[in-house]
């Protein structure tokens, strides 16, 4: 395989911790489990591109979000998505000294893909591709195939990696090898 394309959220990061969550919807005034349902609901239109951040907001919100409280939302939205997942910085570090090629896919409004790309970690991988920037989202087979093609591969020549089977599936259906990700130690041995 020339190509190990990672997604990032729940692969390259952790999980949304909790208590980031309720420190968002608090800050917003919101009850915490209608912020989740509102945060989830909106997010793809978000991460396409479709949404402004004050638009998303105020979706999520049901209300009207100025600038100042959005950006200061995506602020706390951007750091509760930048906890590393050690073991697969670790792996992601090794693939890039060995010289091998590496590239990022990820579901990630704009600003939200500004903060990632600012993380040490993830600005050492050579190409990034969001969702936003493309307009496009996973699973969507668009984008895998925009993705094989700004990378000047053949699908059949990429391996892509990501923790939720549907986006696996997207992969596949457009040649990928898809790799659903449980863990570095798996992916580690995967790729041995």
């Known amino acids: 395989m020339k190509w190990i394309i990672f997604d990032y959220g729940n692969v390259l990061s952790l999980a949304q911790p909790e208590a980031e969550v309720d420190a968002m919807a608090a800050a917003a005034g919101a009850d915490p489990a209608a912020f989740r349902l509102g945060y989830w609901k909106h997010r793809l239109d978000f991460d396409r591109g479709v949404l402004t951040a004050p638009a998303y907001?105020?979706?999520?919100?049901?209300?009207d979000?100025?600038?100042e409280e959005s950006a200061r939302l995506v602020a706390m939205d951007?750091?509760?998505?930048?906890?590393?997942?050690?073991?697969?910085v670790a792996l992601l570090g090794e693939l890039l000294a060995a010289g091998r090629g590496v590239a990022l896919l990820s579901n990630a409004p704009a600003e939200t893909a500004d903060g990632i790309d600012r993380l040490p970690w993830i600005a050492a991988i050579p190409h990034r591709f969001y969702s936003a920037r493309m307009g496009?989202?996973?699973?969507?087979?668009?984008i895998y195939d925009e993705v094989a093609r700004a990378l000047g591969t053949d699908p059949a020549e990429a391996v892509f990696v990501d923790d939720r089977p549907d986006n696996?599936?997207?992969?596949?259906a457009a040649g990928m090898t898809g790799v659903l990700y449980t863990g570095a130690a798996g992916l580690r041995e995967l790729l041995a």
């Open 168 to 172: 696996v599936a997207g992969a596949e």
């Open 136 to 142: 496009l989202v996973k699973p969507g087979r668009e």
């Open 78 to 88: 951007v750091a509760s998505w930048s906890h590393p997942d050690a073991g697969a």
């Open 65 to 67: 979000v100025p600038g």
């Open 57 to 63: 907001w105020s979706a999520v919100l049901g209300r």
